[in-house]
């Protein structure tokens, strides 16, 4: 018998220890109640049991994590009132019975009867002094299962669990609150990502806000450098499809079979190499957003199977003969003139059409005033601390330099001469002779032939940097292939290291 009494000392000791890191943990509140009386019921060996929470106005509003009762039957705990829960909401006290069913308070509970209660214990769950609900656990099996001692246990675990619900619930709310706030956030600035504050670019985001709501394709044009995918990943991520997958692949940098495999997927066995099946990238981006960055770059071939996921929503992979069906949002993006290049017989001029339902014209850096100096500063805030952490500000003569630049790589051009200059500054400040290409007035000529221009800011990038190729294309904000690419056009000569 002594043994019998510390073991559930033991067991109640345990509980209040187990209740007592619920109140240190941020749990979801449902998930909580679960715990707690799980808890309770192995602390007190009990058979069944169930909370009931009250609403605001104090009447029982659900019955939660019932244990050993059936759904209905919890049910008709909450519709009969001369239960031994109703007892506990009305006194505000503690119900302890030997015998529900030949106690003479429950002669009347029909619930009682119905469910053959037998031993019973059931105290007031209180967060401070305002009552939330009942904690109530019972035996159909053994008379005097629950003693004194048992109550007391139950009563000082019921006050350890109303602080646990309480931090849940103020935690839930502060979560409800936060991600209320963020979309109030979103509202109002909802491409936080997208920097600008000209007329031309209050423009583009009204569109975009527009776009963003709908399933209709987009057509983003835009010199190179000027944010054309960063433009489609906003209008994704606030579109309805935010929380399905964002695809991106350039068709300027593979060759046709091999964009087709990437897009369509493959077969194996389908051509030389294709040792197994692959999946292409539209199935992947299959329930969300697919953008096709340099759309103009691809073949007319290509093109023909480009209509049939616009038209149709399907896809055929390559060597296969089954047809798929996708979901999927098309945005796409051209540096090109698209209607030049239909009038040329380069582009179908169906799919032109089925594209830009909606067109985005994204300005070059040029036409966007101030938002350069916006730009830069954003520039400098996001690399200082990596490249030169002393660097937290632009002279006045440096603003003016790149206020005056032409930016003809536009906004990556300015992203990689911000990164440059920070490496170069050795001061607090980015000075003039800091910024690359500054110096010298390169575009002031008479010689407007574009692969003249090209070739003076190659050859000059390369002597800034003595030959660093990797440097020199950083500062033009183009890649490295590209500025290999046209040093073959260059005569060697003409690069002074």
């Known amino acids: 018998m002594l043994e019998q009494i510390a073991d559930i000392r033991e067991n109640q000791f345990k509980a209040l220890h187990e209740i007592g890191k619920e109140i240190n943990s941020l749990r979801e509140p449902n998930s909580l109640l679960a715990d707690i009386m799980d808890i309770a019921i192995k602390a007190l060996s009990a058979e069944r049991g169930f909370i009931l929470l009250l609403d605001e106005n104090r009447i029982p509003a659900e019955v939660v994590a019932p244990r050993n009762i059936s759904e209905s039957s919890a049910h008709d705990l909450m519709q009969i009132p001369s239960s031994v829960v109703r007892k506990v909401l009305d006194s505000r006290q503690c119900i302890l019975s030997h015998d529900a069913l030949e106690d003479p308070r429950f002669k009347d509970a029909k619930s009682v009867v119905a469910l053959k209660v037998r031993s019973v214990a059931a105290v007031p769950l209180k967060i401070r002094e305002e009552m939330i609900g009942v904690i109530y656990v019972d035996s159909t099996k053994n008379r005097k299962m629950f003693t004194q001692s048992s109550l007391e246990f139950l009563e000082a675990f019921a006050n350890h669990a109303g602080i646990a619900i309480e931090n849940a619930r103020l935690y839930q709310t502060l979560q409800h609150e936060n991600i209320s706030l963020k979309r109030d956030i979103e509202k109002l600035y909802p ?284 500062a033009l904000g183009v890649s490295l292939r590209w500025l290999q690419y046209k040093l073959k056009e260059i005569d060697p000569d003409s690069i002074e290291k």
Not at 441 to 451: G, I, P, V
Request: charged share 25%; proline share 3%.
């Open 191 to 474: 491409f936080k990502e997208i920097i600008g504050e000209s007329a031309a670019m209050k423009h583009v985001f009204d569109l975009m806000q527009k776009v963003s709501r709908s399933d209709v394709t987009v057509l983003i044009e835009g010199e190179s450098g000027t944010g054309k995918e960063l433009v489609a990943r906003a209008i994704h991520a606030n579109s309805p499809r935010c929380n399905k997958p964002f695809v991106a692949q350039y068709c300027g940098a593979l060759q046709d079979s091999l964009l087709e495999s990437e897009l369509f997927g493959h077969k194996k066995g389908a051509f030389t190499g294709a040792i197994q099946d692959k999946k292409g990238l539209f199935e992947i981006a299959h329930g969300g957003t697919f953008f096709l960055d340099e759309i103009a770059d691809i073949s007319l071939a290509l093109q023909t199977e480009l209509l049939r996921v616009v038209q149709e929503g399907e896809i055929k992979a390559v060597g296969d003969t089954a047809v798929r069906k996708i979901d999927v949002r098309l945005l796409s993006a051209t540096n090109k003139n698209l209607a030049e290049e239909v009038k040329a017989g380069r582009f179908r001029e169906d799919l032109f059409y089925r594209l830009k339902v909606i067109t985005i014209s994204l300005p070059p850096l040029r036409d966007r005033g101030e938002d350069v100096i916006l730009l830069a500063n954003y520039f400098l805030k996001k690399y200082a601390q990596r490249l030169n952490p002393n660097v937290n500000t632009i002279s006045t003569d440096a603003m003016k330099l790149l206020r005056s630049h032409p930016w003809h790589g536009n906004i990556r051009e300015l992203e990689n001469m911000i990164q440059a200059a920070l490496v170069l500054a050795e001061g607090d400040a980015i000075a003039p002779a800091n910024i690359p290409l500054a110096q010298t007035d390169l575009l002031e000529t008479t010689d407007l032939n574009l692969k003249s221009m090209e070739k003076k800011l190659v050859v000059n990038a390369l002597k800034q940097f003595g030959g660093n190729r990797m440097q020199a294309a950083a």
